[in-house]
């Protein structure tokens, strides 16, 4: 662990990617101590947020950002970006939940690796000024990473940060941080461009779609998680089915199970598994066998897909009778399938 020589601890919210990483080594530099917060969501992305803790040589806190954040990205108060990210609301939300460690730490400032003008909506000037507002926290947040460019914090007034070996960055080239973590030897951050699953138009796709067919009270964390997960399809306002994609996403489809949700799986053949979403019943059960069959390899009429009932299995074979094939509406860019007829995963997360 880095010692601290001023006796001064901060509270950095660290994503697991560069630009908080080198917030806090700014800081550490100055022989500032940095407790790290990192938090938890369905909508980001997996990160080594532990490993660039250990780099830093600072202590890690994780909590998820929970059920409330639901609430939040449905009915964002200053309305979502370019897909659906909220992030006005949602960095106000995530002071909110780093305050607590000040006091349990005995921290006296909070620090983010925000940058001036490096996104359009929550890292304007005037969008800085509303977080800080909107959170309480006005003067006492601050930002190694673009601090000179802004006005003098409580802490820099009051002579436990040094503003003159704070940076003045701004905009969306990466240049001068990618510079720093040479300097530094840091390399464990997630690559730039990476992190949040709201920026991603598929997933916010997915996302809206569940929003629109499922009540507020009955949206779960879970029903979030599931949108990372196989090819989505919509087929009525009641039904979608979610179709795995290769054989990891159909053994994560079935962790999803659960009331209204149910799977359908080939038995002896190579094919996805289907996870029924919604409304229940013999068109429900057809409309997922058909789907299987057209994305299964091997398919032949004797083949069965099973499903649980109760206690145990239900058979059926492909051969039964099923009607004609449904008309399904995909909910993100359908990628070719692969030799395997699995379908590779997209995600594509532009900050
Ligand atoms: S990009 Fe995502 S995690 Fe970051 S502030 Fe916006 S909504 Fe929140």
Redesign the pocket.
């Known amino acids: 662990m880095v010692q601290s020589v001023k006796n001064i601890r901060a509270v950095g919210l660290l994503?697991g990617g560069l630009d908080s990483a080198l917030a806090a080594r700014l800081l550490i530099e100055q022989g500032i101590e940095v407790i790290g917060v990192h938090l938890e969501?369905p909508?980001?992305c997996r990160t080594e947020v532990r490993e660039v803790a250990r780099e830093l040589g600072i202590r890690l806190e994780v909590r998820p950002k929970g059920e409330e954040y639901l609430r939040l990205l449905r009915h964002p108060r200053f309305g979502y970006?370019r897909n659906m990210?909220?992030?006005i609301d949602?960095?106000v939300f995530?002071f909110h939940l780093g305050r607590p460690y000040l006091e349990e730490y005995d921290a006296r400032f909070l620090f983010t690796g925000e940058v001036l003008g490096q996104?359009p909506?929550?890292q304007t000037r005037a969008s800085l000024d509303t977080i800080d507002r909107q959170s309480g926290l006005e003067g006492w947040i601050v930002r190694p990473l673009s601090a000179r460019l802004l006005p003098e914090t409580e802490p820099e007034r009051r002579g436990w940060v040094d503003r003159r070996r704070l940076l003045a960055i701004f905009g969306r080239s990466r240049r001068e941080q990618l510079a720093l973590a040479e300097r530094y030897g840091l390399r464990s951050y997630q690559s730039p461009g990476g992190?949040?699953l709201?920026?991603d138009p598929a997933f916010s796709h997915r996302l809206r779609d569940l929003f629109d067919h499922t009540e507020e009270h009955e949206t779960s964390l879970a029903d979030v998680e599931l949108l990372r997960v196989g090819r989505h399809l919509r087929l009525s306002p009641e039904l979608k089915i979610v179709l795995g994609r290769n054989a990891d996403e159909n053994r994560r489809l079935a962790g999803f199970e659960s009331h209204g949700r149910w799977l359908v799986e080939p038995v002896d053949f190579s094919g996805p598994s289907a996870l029924v979403c919604g409304a229940g019943g013999e068109e429900a059960l057809r409309q997922a066998i058909d789907l299987i069959v057209r994305y299964a390899r091997a398919a032949t009429p004797e083949r069965r897909v099973r499903w649980r009932n109760g206690d145990g299995f239900h058979y059926r074979t492909l051969g039964e009778p099923t009607g004609p094939a449904p008309a399904a509406r995909p909910l993100a860019p359908a990628p070719a399938p692969d030799d395997d007829g699995a379908l590779p995963i997209t995600s594509r997360n532009a900050?």
């Open positions: 994503s969501s909508t980001a970006g990210n909220p992030c949602c960095r995530m996104r909506m929550s992190g949040c709201l920026t900050p």
